[in-house]
């Protein structure tokens, strides 16, 4: 068994892999003041609802973006499960190479995003992930990770446009019946999740036409199924797909190449 952890700045996911087998997987908020021992006993009770066994785990990875979290998934990965971590970056074998021009400025979650999605669909593609921000990850033909766009997620909006303006209220997050909103409400959601679905045709759009082709396009993260069911430019739905990536960063990154030379006769 092997626990994928994937780190982002809203929400921790836990997943439990069997092989390339996704088992279970539970999302909590993230926390950085969270201890090791908090996630623990956190952990336990998760496995234990799922009747999985943390004493069959033979490996942990982790995708963080936020720091502190990294620093208790170790402690509390080396302290109880006796494991030490493989950590997600671009230091370490991915199996594409990064085109940034800070390598290292790509987020963990960017680069599982890509090395699964070349893994599973090919090149060229983009990733659209729609966690606490909109990325899009833009993977070419050979792998090779290209870059992408960020832009605010949709659930950041919308908390934005309540803290900043005093009469817009909280609302929850849905597609309504109509662009034309009758009341405040629906007015933002209509903004808000009509202009995510448009913004999103746009981007793939513009990358596309950079890229010269049309390239698969894989949407992940919380909001990608209600997103892609508005769009007839989604291929693929993968709403765990950083944990995917992981597994696989995972395999590379451990997998033993030693052979014995045959002896010439």
Wanted: proline content about 4%; some cysteine; aromatic content about 6%.
């Amino acid at each position: 068994m092997l626990l994928a952890i994937d780190i982002g700045n809203t929400h921790t996911v836990l997943g439990f892999f069997e092989g390339k087998q996704l088992m279970a997987h539970w999302r909590l908020s993230t926390s950085p003041s969270r201890t090791d021992d908090e996630t623990w006993g956190y952990l336990q009770m998760l496995v234990q609802a799922a009747k999985l066994s943390l004493a069959s785990v033979q490996g942990v990875v982790v995708a963080s973006v936020v720091p502190s979290g990294t620093d208790a998934m170790v402690q509390m990965s080396e302290r109880y499960l006796h494991r030490t971590p493989v950590i997600v970056s671009n230091a370490i074998r991915l199996g594409i190479a990064i085109r940034y021009h800070d390598p290292s400025a790509v987020g963990a979650d960017r680069i599982c995003n890509a090395v699964a999605a070349f893994e599973m669909f090919g090149g060229p593609s983009i990733v659209v992930d729609f966690g606490t921000a909109t990325t899009y990850d833009v993977i070419a033909k050979n792998g090779d990770y290209l870059g992408g766009a960020i832009a605010p997620g949709i659930a950041t909006a919308s908390s934005e446009l309540h803290r900043r303006a005093a009469r817009l209220p909280r609302i929850d997050l849905h597609f309504p019946d109509e662009s034309i909103g009758r009341d405040t409400a629906a007015s933002m959601r209509s903004g808000i999740m009509f202009g995510a679905v448009d913004a999103m045709e746009g981007m793939i759009r513009r990358i596309s036409k950079e890229l010269g082709s049309r390239p698969t396009v894989i949407a992940t993260g919380g909001f990608s199924s209600l997103v892609a069911s508005r769009t007839s430019k989604v291929d693929h739905i993968v709403p765990t797909l950083v944990l995917d990536g992981a597994r696989i960063i995972f395999e590379r990154v451990t997998k033993t190449h030693s052979r014995v030379p045959r002896k010439r006769r």
